[in-house]
């Protein structure tokens, strides 16, 4: 058996856990079919956090997920802690893993599988074969710049500010991610700003230029404006391999790329922090989705959001890119194969249930790996 570094597991709330035993499934199938082992940890966080500690997240977490070499999240929240104060809510629990591991480089690739090319709003020739990576910046930037606020002038109007602010560190280091990533890919990168209305798009643009031609000289790299890109996407998504951009215009652009491929169901996502001298980055995993209260609880949640992030652990944390292939071939085959969870279901398509799509998914991988 070949130990593989620490997973910490964090279920959350909502249908969280009931996600997170799919994955269980694929980890026990590792260790049986494959001889690949984690140390696995699993700890509480957000509402079921709460109740037990009082707590969104406990220190003693905290020092667990900073000892692991990636976390892998569930969800968190539901309409039974909404009315807490924001310092307490089970929000919070997330927030502060996502400062205190340091993750910077957020990741959302945007997939198509075959089967689900009718799943979107785009013309089939458009999104059948999408694979794109968007890299946002998600601890600089507008949601972060002082100063900030709203203040009243002195004839009783009112001002809003918020400050668009980047240095060179922060934007040098996320580049560093996307070119990384492009290596393992299509060794394409698309840098996204605003350079021709604010100084600090051009400062982004510079220095992303700067890494790409110090470090990264082999990688394709072109600049694009946000607001083209953001219309590219729509008009022609398969033009792009890796999108780096900031924490604003990320936010935008990863949702309506996440939408070309039909379900938030679906939807991937990783968080990475620095990488330390042996090339080992901090990182946490989750589906983009969340709790979902309305069917926690009913074995109705589609699993497959949460088990891509798991494949990215396997890829990014754990160097693990020929198992991450096998489950992401998995996916692609039980989808292929006919069978749906709710949230996805076609005309035509069996129907499953949370645990049979995991079932389904195991059985796919020993086929693959027979
Ligand atoms: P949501 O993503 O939980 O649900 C939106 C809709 O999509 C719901 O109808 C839900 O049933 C459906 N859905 C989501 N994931 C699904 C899955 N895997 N399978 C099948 N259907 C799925 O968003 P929301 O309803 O706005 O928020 C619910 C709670 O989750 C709130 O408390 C919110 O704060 C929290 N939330 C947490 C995160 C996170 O943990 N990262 C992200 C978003 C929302």
Redesign the pocket.
């Known amino acids: 058996m070949a130990n593989k570094g620490k997973l910490l597991i964090l279920p959350?709330?909502?249908?969280?856990p009931e996600?997170m035993r799919e994955v269980r499934r694929v980890i026990d199938w590792m260790a049986k079919k494959r001889g690949i082992t984690f140390e696995v940890e699993e700890a509480l966080v957000?509402g079921a956090s709460i109740d037990a500690y009082g707590k969104p997240v406990t220190d003693e977490t905290m020092d667990i997920a900073l000892a692991a070499d990636a976390v892998l999240?569930?969800?968190?929240?539901?309409?039974k802690?909404?009315d807490l104060p924001f310092e307490v809510k089970?929000?919070r629990g997330?927030l502060r893993l996502r400062k205190d591991l340091g993750l910077f480089a957020n990741l959302r690739p945007a997939m198509c599988f075959d089967a689900l090319v009718d799943a979107s709003t785009l013309k089939p020739e458009i999104v059948r074969g999408l694979d794109i990576m968007i890299v946002r910046e998600l601890t600089g930037g507008v949601y972060f710049g002082t100063p900030r606020g709203i203040e009243t002038l002195p004839d009783g109007s009112r001002r809003g500010v918020n400050t668009q602010v980047y240095t060179t560190e922060e934007i040098r280091r996320v580049a560093r991610v996307a070119f990384d990533i492009a290596t393992k890919r299509n060794n394409k990168v698309t840098s996204s700003e605003k350079a021709n209305v604010m100084e600090s798009g051009i400062l982004w643009r510079e220095e992303v230029t700067f890494v790409h031609d110090k470090e990264f000289p082999g990688v394709e790299l072109s600049h694009m404006y946000a607001d083209n890109c953001a219309m590219q996407l729509v008009r022609n998504p398969k033009q792009f391999d890796v999108i780096v951009t900031d924490n604003l215009f990320g936010d935008l652009l990863s949702d309506a790329a996440a939408m070309l491929t039909g379900?938030?169901?679906m939807l991937p996502s990783a968080s990475l922090g620095a990488a330390d001298a042996n090339g080992k980055r901090k990182a946490m995993y989750?589906?983009?989705?969340?709790?979902?209260?309305?069917?926690a609880g009913k074995d109705?949640?589609?699993?497959?959001?949460?088990l891509l992030s798991f494949a990215m652990a396997l890829r990014y944390s754990f160097d693990l890119g020929a198992e991450a292939d096998l489950l992401e071939k998995a996916v692609e085959n039980v989808l292929g194969g006919g069978l749906r969870?709710?949230?996805i279901m076609q005309p035509g398509m069996a129907k499953v249930s949370t645990g049979v799509m995991g079932e389904s998914i195991v059985r796919a991988l020993d086929k693959l790996a027979a």
Do not use: M
């Not at 959350?12 to 969280?16: A, E, K, L, N, S």
């Not at 999240?73 to 309409?79: I, N, S, T």
């Not at 989750?286 to 069917?295: L, M, N, R, T, Y």
């Open positions: 959350g709330d909502g249908i969280g996600v957000g999240l569930g969800a968190v929240g539901g309409p802690w909404d089970p929000e997330l379900s938030l169901g989750e589906p983009v989705h969340g709790s979902a209260p309305d069917i109705l949640a589609n699993p497959i959001a949460t969870t709710g949230d």
